[in-house]
């Protein structure tokens, strides 16, 4: 399963930008899909993830409220639609898919089974 994230860039606090990732893999088989990030010096974190079979995502307490997941199963792309930016959210940001995931382990990065390779999100202050 390929990953391709797209969509990071430099952008101004309070600005918005939306991340797109495309898999190459099967929406049955690999029904977890998410999002994470990692800021210089820091560890992995997750941000949001959901499931193409259905159900709402689930979001991090740093984004919830400024971040949104959404899916287009026909294109196999999700998106994570990112308002209010602030520095704190500077960072690369990681979709990453998986076949079966405990929905409690999803915020561990070692669940997943497949990344991207990162687009990178620079919010100025």
């Known amino acids: 399963v390929q990953l391709q994230a797209s969509g990071g860039g430099l952008v101004q606090a309070g600005d918005s930008l939306r991340l797109s990732c495309t898999s190459s893999?099967?929406?049955?088989?690999?029904?977890?899909m998410g999002w994470f990030r990692q800021a210089p010096g820091k560890e992995r974190e997750f941000v949001a993830g959901?499931?193409?079979?259905?159900?709402?995502?689930r979001y991090s307490d740093s984004v919830k409220g400024r971040f949104s997941f959404s899916k287009d199963r026909a294109k196999k792309t999700v998106y994570l639609q990112m308002n209010s930016l602030n520095p704190e959210d500077t960072a690369v940001y990681y979709c990453?898919?998986?076949?079966?995931?405990?929905?409690?382990?999803?915020?561990?990065?070692?669940?997943?089974?497949?990344w991207g390779q990162g687009t990178l999100v620079t919010v100025s202050s």
């Open positions: 959901s499931r193409w079979s259905g159900g709402s995502p």
């Open positions: 893999g099967s929406t049955t088989s690999n029904d977890n």
């Open positions: 990453a898919a998986a076949s079966s995931l405990i929905w409690s382990a999803l915020v561990i990065p070692e669940s997943w089974h497949y």
